[in-house]
């Protein structure tokens, strides 16, 4: 590979995260809109016009605040925990199938359940070297349920891997030129869109922030800088379970308007249900996860591999 190539991915990749940053801060000025409007109230969403400075006054505020942290906590691990959770959260971000010059993935898929499973690791790291119980129980609901909806995530994405045959992200756009998955897969999809919800701890699925029994979850003893880490890292993981759904199911990867505007509306789905739902009770949640997603997930599987294997059989 040439040395221009090289620094052309790398100057890519810098723009994509600068991208993803900035699509962040603007999710956020978004869910305080939308919340507003929902609940019928103001949020502090006016800061210039229209409310396009909030973000960055908020990022000024959080990163200039003292940074605290415990005595008692294991500091190192500590301290670089939502730092290598920001990270996780934006290497997944190299999958997308980019149609110039960037990276580009024949195993993208694989590339995604590793960094989701790594993301893991960082919350149960976060939650147990505060060394406060609090911040433990948090950090083991939300570990308990992200490796439940990961599974359910990872069998719903096979059926969608045997449709196409392939890890490669860029094949769901070529399988969906002439019907979207979303029209062959709606309960995957609906399913698939739940447990994206369940995974990111997000409304009514944020258990590990149940603020009645543990004050914040997992980042009760984070402030300043560290705090801003796991939220941006949240929101991240948010935008891109977005772009996600609408490569798998909403007609793949295209560089156009429409693509943009399909990731959108999904994360504004994504607030609409926390500004309508209530907090579901947590034996519930895992119940959905093993005795309703995973059944379900398992019958489609048979289902699709057995209408392939009629679609080859007929063209054979």
Known sequence: MMLKDIYSILIGLLIMILGVMIGVAFLTLLERKVLGYIQIRKGPNKVGFMGILQPFSDAIK??????????????????????????????V????????????????????????SMGVYMVMVAGWSSNSNYSLLGALRAVAQTISYEV??????????????????????????????????????IIWFSSSL???????????????????GFNVEYSSGGFAMIFLAEYSSILFMSMFLTIIYLGGYNLSLLF???????????????????????????????????PISLNFILFYLGLKIIILYKYI
């Not at 997308?96 to 010059?101: D, L, R, W």
């Not at 369940?198 to 914040?216: H, I, K, M, Q, Y």
């Not at 209530?278 to 997603?293: E, F, N």
């Open 198 to 216: 369940a995974e990111t701890n997000r409304t009514p699925f944020d258990f590990a922030e149940g603020e009645s029994e543990l004050v914040s």
């Open 152 to 189: 359910s995530l990872s069998l719903i994405l096979m059926s969608s891997i045997i449709m196409v045959m392939d890890f490669n992200m860029m094949m769901f756009f070529y399988y969906q030129n002439l019907i979207w998955f979303l029209f062959l897969m709606f309960p995957l999809m």
């Open 260 to 294: 943009y505007l399909k990731i959108s509306l999904i994360s504004f789905l994504f607030i609409w249900v926390r500004g309508t739902l209530p907090r579901y009770r947590y034996d519930k949640l895992m119940y959905l996860a093993w005795k309703i997603y995973l």
């Open 62 to 91: 959080l990163f200039s605040k003292e940074q605290t942290y415990p005595l008692n906590s294991n500091y190192l691990s500590y301290y670089f925990s939502p730092v290598l959770s920001f990270c996780l959260s934006l290497m």
């Open 93 to 116: 971000w190299m999958i997308i199938p980019y149609s110039f010059n960037f990276i580009s993935f024949s195993l993208g898929i694989l590339f995604f359940l590793c960094c989701t």
